[in-house]
C-alpha cells in the first residue's frame, strides 16, 4: 500500500491506499490548507516562494498522517508540458528513448532542451506506421524545488506526475476505453485532458479557475473546449471524444455540464470518483482527494 500526496496551490494532501481487484481501499488520509501564493505553478520561474513554510507545514501532516519515506506525488499542471511525438523507432533502451524524445522536443520546449526532466508513454505505430509516445516534460530545476520540499519533509518522491494525469488515474474505471476527455479545475487553472483507451494524448490548460466558469467568461470557455478538441482530433489522428467528465467545478458542476453538453453534443457529466472506485462514501467527500489517490495507486 502506497502513499500518494498532492502539491498544489491551496492545499497539501496526503493519502494511503491501494486498489484491489478494481475497488479502492483507502487506509489515512490528512490535508492541510495552503496560505495563498506560497506555491505558484510556472513551467520557467520559481514555484515556491517560502520553501520554510511548505516544507514545515508538509513535515506536520506527514507526521500526523504517519507517513514517511517513498511518496508518489502529483504536482500542479501548469509546470508541465504533454505531447506526442513520432518517430520512425524508439531506442530499446528506457533511458536511450528518453534522451532521444527530449532531443526531438526540444523546438518546442519553453527552456533549454538540457533543463529537460522527460517521461513517457509507449502508444504504439500511429496511421502512419510511426512510433508514438506520449511524453510529459518539465524544467528540471522547478521538479527539483519539489523534490528539496520533500526531502525537508523526511520524503523521497518515487514518481512526480501532473494533477490531471493522476486523477485519470484515479477516474480511469469511470472514463472507461475509446476517447474520453476530462475537465479538471484547479484554483487558478482548467486542464482539458483527453484519454484514448486509458492513456493520456492531448490536453489544453486554460488560465481559468473555477470563477472563470461562473462568469460571461463561460462562453468564451466553451469555445475553447471545443476548438481544443477540433485541434486534437486533426493533430493527434484520432477520432471525436464519446464524453467528457468534469472536476473541480463544486455547485456550478451541473451548469456548466449542461453548457457544455449542449456545445459539443456528447455527454458531460459530473466525475463520481466514487463510482470509478467502487468505493462506499459521500462523491463530494472524495472528490479533492482525486489526484492523491491516482498518485497512490499509480503503477511505478
Not at 206 to 229: F, I, N, Q, T, Y
Amino acid at each position: 500500500m502506497a502513499w500518494g500526496l498532492e502539491i498544489g496551490t491551496d492545499s497539501l494532501r496526503v493519502c494511503r491506499g491501494e486498489l484491489r481487484r478494481g475497488r479502492l481501499h483507502l487506509r489515512r488520509r490528512a490535508e492541510v490548507a495552503l496560505p495563498a501564493g506560497l506555491v505558484r505553478p510556472f513551467q520557467k520561474d520559481g514555484n515556491v516562494a517560502d520553501a520554510l513554510a511548505v516544507s514545515g507545514l508538509l513535515r506536520d501532516l506527514c507526521r500526523n498522517a504517519g507517513c514517511r519515506g517513498w511518496v508518489r506525488v502529483a504536482l500542479p499542471d501548469p509546470i508541465f508540458s504533454l505531447r506526442t511525438l513520432a518517430s520512425d523507432a524508439l531506442p530499446g533502451r528506457r533511458e536511450d528513448a528518453r534522451r532521444f524524445l527530449c532531443w526531438q522536443a526540444r523546438e518546442v520546449l519553453p527552456f533549454p532542451v538540457e533543463e529537460a526532466r522527460l517521461d513517457f508513454l509507449p502508444l504504439g505505430p500511429g496511421p502512419d506506421g510511426r512510433a508514438r509516445a506520449a511524453c510529459l516534460v518539465a524544467r528540471d530545476r522547478t521538479l527539483l524545488e519539489y523534490e528539496r520540499l520533500l526531502a525537508d519533509a523526511g520524503l523521497r518522491a518515487a514518481v512526480l506526475d501532473a494533477r490531471s494525469i493522476s486523477l485519470a488515474q484515479a477516474a480511469s474505471g469511470r472514463l472507461g476505453g475509446g476517447t474520453t476527455g476530462l475537465l479538471s479545475v484547479g484554483t487558478t487553472w482548467s486542464t482539458l485532458l483527453v484519454m484514448q483507451e486509458g492513456r493520456p494524448r492531448f490536453w489544453r490548460i486554460l488560465p481559468e479557475g473555477p470563477e472563470g466558469w461562473a462568469r460571461a467568461d463561460r462562453p468564451r470557455l466553451l469555445r475553447e473546449v471545443g476548438d481544443s478538441l477540433t485541434f486534437c482530433r486533426e493533430s493527434e489522428g484520432i477520432g471525436p471524444v464519446e464524453g467528457v467528465a468534469l472536476a473541480g467545478l463544486g455547485v456550478r458542476t451541473a451548469e456548466v455540464a449542461s453548457a457544455l453538453q449542449e456545445w459539443l453534443g456528447v455527454p458531460a457529466t459530473a466525475l463520481d470518483l466514487c463510482a470509478a472506485l467502487r468505493t462506499a462514501g459521500s462523491p463530494d467527500d472524495l472528490a479533492p482527494w482525486g489526484p492523491a489517490i491516482g498518485a497512490a495507486i499509480r503503477p511505478c
